[in-house]
């Protein structure tokens, strides 16, 4: 049984950690409303543009008219991985990790064996748990998380479809998490790179989907809208790895503030028996020590 004073210096210790704990939650809190707020005003945009693009495309007679949108076979692929740059968010960056890993060892094996498949980091801690498991990251785009703003995402974006528009790759793909609720977060794999389009095979249905009046052409707005709804998608990718983050780190913060109680209430229920047992000594060893001087 541990000492009274070894007790006392544990209690101790764990009332620090549970106010640093406690703390760390209200932070995410905090942070979480402001970005649950962000990716609530931008889904019903990003929603409707994606609708918007879907039913234009569907109608394109030449696959040359979106030209991120030819399907053709995949020789190099790019995987985008977005976690965070802190942990102590439970399994926020582990399991976008694990599923880039997975995905590798199954879906693109036999490219990676020819050292055709390039990781794009988001966010350092997913990029440290490849590295450990031995998957070194292309390049890694920590910074983005620092001061996250559209234009510079933006920036990205045209990066990775001009790659993409070039041949440099046939795929693209986002692994990142999406925001439920403050307590969920589901982990997705989204296609970013080519553009799929769902084919509309009736022909009164193609008519009515696409029932919009277009200013100047269809193929024109196609031109311009393609690759906007492209930037706003990979941004909407980060706003909700963002506050899947702050919601995960809360809850995170919030079981551990609960677990450190429990364990502050054990503490001192051991330190309480242990200093019943001490006294209890004390008194029988006076007793004894008078019953010996009596004699």
Do not use: W
């Amino acid at each position: 049984m541990a000492s009274l004073k070894e007790i006392r210096t544990r209690i101790t210790s764990v009332k620090s950690t549970r106010q640093i704990t406690s703390a760390m939650k209200m932070v995410s809190a905090a942070k979480l409303r402001q970005a649950q707020d962000a990716i609530i005003l931008m889904r019903p945009y990003a929603s409707k543009l994606q609708e918007i693009l879907v039913n234009l495309t569907a109608s394109l007679d030449e696959e040359q008219d979106n030209v991120y949108g030819n399907v053709r076979e995949v020789n190099k692929a790019l995987l985008i991985l977005i976690s965070s740059n802190k942990g102590l968010c439970g399994g926020f960056n582990a399991n976008v990790s694990k599923k880039a890993i997975e995905l590798i060892s199954t879906e693109y094996k036999e490219l990676y064996d020819k050292d055709k498949i390039d990781i794009m980091a988001i966010g350092k801690k997913a990029a440290d748990l490849l590295i450990g498991k031995g998957y070194k990251p292309t390049e890694n785009q920590h910074d983005l998380l620092d001061n996250l703003a559209y234009n510079i995402v933006k920036s990205l974006a045209k990066r990775i479809m001009v790659s993409y528009k070039t041949g440099i790759y046939d795929e693209v793909k986002i692994i990142y998490n999406q925001f439920k609720n403050a307590a969920v977060q589901e982990l997705v794999v989204e296609q970013y790179l080519p553009v799929v389009s769902t084919a509309v095979e009736d022909e009164e249905q193609k008519d009515s989907c696409c029932n919009y009046i277009l200013e100047p052409s269809k193929e024109q707005i196609i031109k311009d809208l393609i690759p906007k709804s492209l930037k706003i998608q990979l941004y909407k990718a980060f706003l909700d790895s963002v506050a899947s983050e702050h919601g995960a780190r809360m809850t995170a913060m919030h079981k551990a503030t609960d677990n450190a109680t429990d364990l502050i209430r054990e503490l001192q229920l051991d330190y309480n028996r242990e200093r019943q047992a001490s006294i209890t000594n004390e008194i029988l060893e006076i007793v004894g020590g008078a019953e010996a001087l009596k004699k």
